[in-house]
């Protein structure tokens, strides 16, 4: 079982920077592919970056390549979304999440209860 918490959203100006920390229950924490998801309103929910369980390989959607990175500490339970040149379009609801297995699907295992990115024009 894992229980994520994320934190560190909250309002910011297009072309700002936020960076969300997501901490980690457990011993297990560096057996689990990492990622982050979105969800704005009235749209489904959409992958938004992954990290491996060593952290050595990272995929990212399209749409943040380029802006945001994805890290982890698996010495401190803790995955990062550092977020550069934020748009309007980037507000959502940003989930943590983990799974067992390596790609961009967002079928995950665990999910955190999500933190809110607001990015105002």
């Known amino acids: 079982q894992v229980q994520l918490v994320e934190s560190g959203g909250g309002l910011v100006e297009a072309g700002g920077s936020l960076r969300l920390s997501c901490a980690a229950s457990?011993?297990?924490?560096?057996?689990?592919?990492m990622g982050w998801v979105r969800q704005a309103p009235g749209k489904e929910r959409e992958f938004v970056a992954v990290?491996?369980?060593?952290?050595?390989?990272?995929s990212y959607a399209d749409s943040v390549k380029g802006r945001f990175t994805i890290s982890r500490d698996n010495a401190k339970n803790t995955v990062y979304l550092q977020m550069n040149s934020l748009k309007p379009e980037d507000t959502a609801v940003y989930y943590c999440?983990?799974?067992?297995?390596?790609?961009?699907?967002?079928?995950?295992?665990?999910w955190g209860q999500g933190t809110q990115v607001t990015v105002s024009s």
């Open positions: 999440a983990a799974k067992r297995t390596w790609g961009q699907s967002i079928e995950y295992d665990y």
């Open positions: 457990g011993r297990t924490f560096s057996f689990y592919v």
């Open positions: 990290i491996s369980s060593s952290g050595g390989s990272t």
